[in-house]
């Protein structure tokens, strides 16, 4: 039996909980989850959903310094370590942060082997301390699994030799997200879905869709952000603040619903120097849904979406009207974009799959 401690701050959504249940149903894996009670970022505080939970066992301890991206780490951690004695430490964090330096270190109190997830595509260099630890973190770990090949290779690029493997950090369940035959008379319905910031380019996605010559449509913005006032008067400024419907951030288990409502959904991305979308979540969400999906060229969207969907320039406002203007006239491209989108899921993105290639990494770990 392999014992596996994994720290995750992301499994406080419930969604994402289900890759949890689906590692620990492969033989030989007794999985401890250590989680927060919440975590804080833009969209303000997202407490923990206890939802998918079967066959492993979940413990809360407080983060210190919680909405800090670099500095917060898992208080109290010391004491599960020496009380689950684990042959492997999963580090759902960064290598660059004080929660990959300190549960790495508290990993060697139990000799534990240990392992980090990483989403950064971007080769960014950090100030002392931050460089310091990153580097004592490649060279300390035992295994690195990145979200993308473009993550993988900054890794390498920073002088990581060591194992590494690509899997995304969650799938879905295409249970839950499933596509349904309900067609409700409405509007053609635009969806955009994830944090209200700058860089995702919801205000660009504005000017796109005022500029449809086709005037019924409406558009769905759902979560939380600095953005979310300016985005309104945007959209007022436009003349199109009647069409437009801003929903705050909602539970994870109410969004399977959420997609049912959208004709499309759009993630118009733009890729700034410190930031490039590193997967786009909602795509793989939307897709399995039977959703079909818009992206911008920016980061890994073109990897994700692959020829289940349209890609535009990043940054290009009329290429993406262009492409909502195909999306809402031809009912035939819905359909088809609707199918590959399904298929593309079933064979690339469940938690099933995620969590089988995450087992693999376990058992070459301890062979």
Same mark, same amino acid.
């Given at each position: 039996m392999i014992r596996v401690l994994m720290v995750s701050k992301a499994c406080v959504v419930g969604i994402y909980q289900q890759k949890l249940e689906h590692i620990a149903r492969h033989d030989a894996i007794d999985l401890l989850v250590i989680v927060p009670p919440s975590w804080r970022d833009e969209r303000g505080e997202t407490r923990l959903e206890r939802v998918y939970t079967d066959g492993y066992r979940m413990e809360i301890t407080?983060?210190?310094?919680? %909405?800090?991206?670099?500095?917060?780490?898992?208080?109290?951690?010391?004491?599960?370590?020496? !009380?689950?004695?684990?042959?492997?430490?999963?580090? !759902?964090?960064?290598?660059?942060?004080?929660?990959?330096?300190?549960?790495?270190?508290?990993?060697?109190?139990? !000799?534990?082997?240990?392992? /980090?997830?990483?989403?950064?595509?971007?080769?960014?260099r950090y100030p002392p301390p931050f460089s310091f630890g990153e580097q004592w973190v490649l060279r300390h770990i035992d295994y690195a699994i990145a979200g993308t090949k473009s993550a993988a290779q900054v890794w390498r690029q920073k002088g990581y030799t060591g194992p590494l493997a690509v899997i995304p950090q969650f799938g879905v369940d295409p249970?839950? /997200?499933?596509?349904?035959?309900?067609?409700?008379?409405r509007?053609?319905?635009?969806?955009?879905?994830?944090?209200? $910031?700058?860089?995702? %380019?919801?205000?660009?996605? =504005?000017?796109?869709a005022a500029q449809l010559r086709d005037p019924h449509w409406q558009m769905r913005i759902i979560g939380g952000g600095p953005q979310r006032d300016d985005l309104a008067r945007q959209a007022a400024?436009? %003349?199109?603040?009647?069409?437009?419907?801003? $929903?705050?951030? =909602?539970?994870?288990?109410?969004?399977?619903?959420? &997609?049912?409502?959208?004709?499309?959904? $759009?993630?118009?991305?733009?890729?700034?120097?410190?930031?490039?979308?590193q997967f786009g979540r909602v795509l793989i969400e939307a897709m399995a849904s039977g959703v079909p999906v818009i992206g911008s060229s920016s980061g890994a969207i073109p990897d994700v979406i692959g020829e289940a969907g349209l890609i535009f320039a990043e940054g290009d406002?009329?290429?993406?009207?262009?492409?909502?203007?195909?999306?809402?006239? !031809?009912?035939?491209?819905?359909?088809?974009?609707?199918?590959? %989108?399904?298929?593309?899921?079933?064979?690339? /993105?469940?938690?099933?799959?995620?969590?089988?290639?995450?087992?693999?990494? &376990?058992?070459?770990?301890?062979?």
């Open positions: 407080p983060l210190r310094f919680n %909405g800090n991206f670099h500095l917060h780490y898992f208080h109290g951690l010391r004491e599960f370590v020496c !009380d689950f004695q684990p042959h492997i430490m999963h580090i !759902d964090e960064e290598p660059y942060n004080l929660a990959t330096w300190h549960a790495l270190r508290t990993a060697s109190y139990v !000799d534990a082997k240990t392992l /980090f997830f990483s989403w950064q595509n971007i080769n960014r249970t839950l /997200f499933a596509p349904t035959d309900e067609r409700p008379t509007p053609f319905t635009i969806g955009y879905i994830g944090r209200l $910031v700058e860089e995702k %380019g919801i205000a660009l996605l =504005l000017k796109a400024r436009l %003349g199109i603040a009647q069409q437009v419907t801003f $929903v705050e951030q =909602l539970p994870s288990t109410e969004m399977p619903a959420q &997609y049912h409502r959208l004709d499309v959904l $759009v993630l118009p991305s733009l890729t700034r120097p410190n930031w490039k979308e406002p009329d290429a993406l009207t262009q492409q909502l203007t195909q999306v809402q006239g !031809d009912a035939d491209l819905r359909d088809c974009l609707r199918k590959r %989108g399904r298929e593309r899921v079933l064979t690339r /993105f469940t938690h099933e799959q995620v969590a089988a290639a995450t087992v693999r990494v &376990y058992h070459e770990m301890m062979a």
